[in-house]
């Protein structure tokens, strides 16, 4: 099923996660790699079927440029929670020369 609707994602997510965890385990932090990801436009459609997704659409569109403009996460899924507990380490983090002003090489 293709997908631009982060809340489709989500749930498969959880539902796989509450299968495996296993209380009392001791976990560590990992990250998940998703392949053959394609722009929803290159999706060919189905002819007989109306687009229900349009309103979902507009609903990330307008979550995405919030959170875009702010550059943080201002608003987010429920799923992802409200508390964090850990800190992203950034002590090895390489420099964002294109993406941050603030990080550009200076020349004197």
Do not use: H
């Not at 440029?65 to 800190?87: C, E, H, M, P, Y």
């Amino acid at each position: 099923m293709a997908t631009s609707f982060t809340q489709d994602l989500i749930k498969p997510a959880v539902e796989m996660v509450s299968q495996i965890f296993k209380e009392g385990e001791i976990y560590k932090k990992a990250g998940v790699m998703l392949s053959g990801i394609v722009p929803d436009e290159s999706i060919q459609g189905n002819l007989f079927k109306t687009d229900a997704k349009n309103s979902s659409r507009k609903l990330m569109d307008m979550l995405d440029n919030i959170n875009f403009s702010q550059r943080d996460d201002v608003l987010k899924f429920a799923s992802s929670g409200t508390k964090r507990n850990w800190k992203m380490r950034q002590e090895l983090r390489s420099p964002r020369y294109t993406t941050r002003w603030e990080e550009l090489f200076e020349i004197s």
